[in-house]
């Protein structure tokens, strides 16, 4: 198998064709912008019902919306496992609810999410590798080039800022799950957050017909004649 740099085209084209993957396999399912949206959904209800409803009516009510949704999307033919993945994780904030006794404790998956998603985000980067620029380059849509590289560490650095401010606001309303204003704040920061996230990962998109950098040491070739030694070219 021949090793390809991750944004060549020759890296593109073998992704398409299934080159230098073992026989039988595929290249993973990635969630749709669609998807991520609709897996947004039931998170984004639970914070005004169970501040105007209770912990109860809040849970039901995400649970059956979230049912809904997995359904809908399984039957596009979305990936089961995020398809499925808002309604574990209304099963699980419930679970922690009521084994807290609060309704502050449906937050807490949330919570333990965004700082980890901050946190994996930001190491990404500190090491060079953003993962902004490694998801592209999975899909087949990695670039090379320098002003690629940096639009990749720039819009790593921007999701990991969202997900810090997300974290901040659900860890307060955990511990005042009544306040209106964080309330409002959760609502603002999540399904508008996760459009905000899913548009600066578009705007990182790889440019078409970019120019990837020059490798080390390449020299850049003269359509001009050296001229020789002790004479003037004419």
């Given at each position: 198998m021949r090793w390809r740099f991750p944004g060549s085209e020759a890296n593109r084209a073998a992704l398409r064709s299934g080159e230098g993957r073992p026989a039988g396999s595929r290249r993973p399912r990635i969630d749709t912008p669609a998807g991520i949206v609709l897996s947004a959904i039931p998170s984004a209800v639970l914070a005004p019902l169970n501040a105007f409803a209770g912990t109860g009516i809040a849970v039901?009510?995400?649970?059956?919306?979230?049912?809904?949704?997995?359904?809908?999307?399984?039957?596009?033919?979305?990936?089961?496992?995020?398809?499925?993945?808002?309604?574990?994780?209304?099963?699980?904030a419930g679970v922690i609810a009521w084994q807290t006794g609060s309704g502050g404790g449906l937050f807490l998956p949330d919570l333990a999410w965004y700082l980890l998603a901050a946190l994996v985000l930001t190491g990404s980067v500190l090491v060079r590798r953003p993962l902004?620029?490694?998801?592209?380059?999975?899909?087949?849509?990695g670039g090379t080039g320098r002003a690629a590289r940096r639009r990749f560490a720039v819009a790593t650095v921007l999701l990991a800022a969202g997900f810090l401010v997300r974290a901040a606001v659900t860890g307060l309303l955990s511990l005042d799950p009544g306040n209106a204003w964080l309330v409002a704040a959760k609502v603002a920061t999540g399904l508008?957050?996760?459009l905000a996230g899913l548009a600066v990962l578009a705007w990182a998109r790889p440019r078409p017909g970019a120019r990837p950098d020059r490798a080390p040491g390449q020299v850049r070739v003269s359509r001009w004649p050296a001229p020789s030694a002790g004479r003037c070219p004419r």
């Open positions: 039901g009510a995400a649970a059956v919306l979230a049912a809904v949704l997995a359904a809908v999307r399984i039957r596009r033919g979305d990936p089961k496992g995020p398809a499925f993945g808002g309604l574990a994780g209304v099963g699980i902004v620029g490694i998801g592209w380059a999975a899909v087949g849509r508008p957050g996760t």
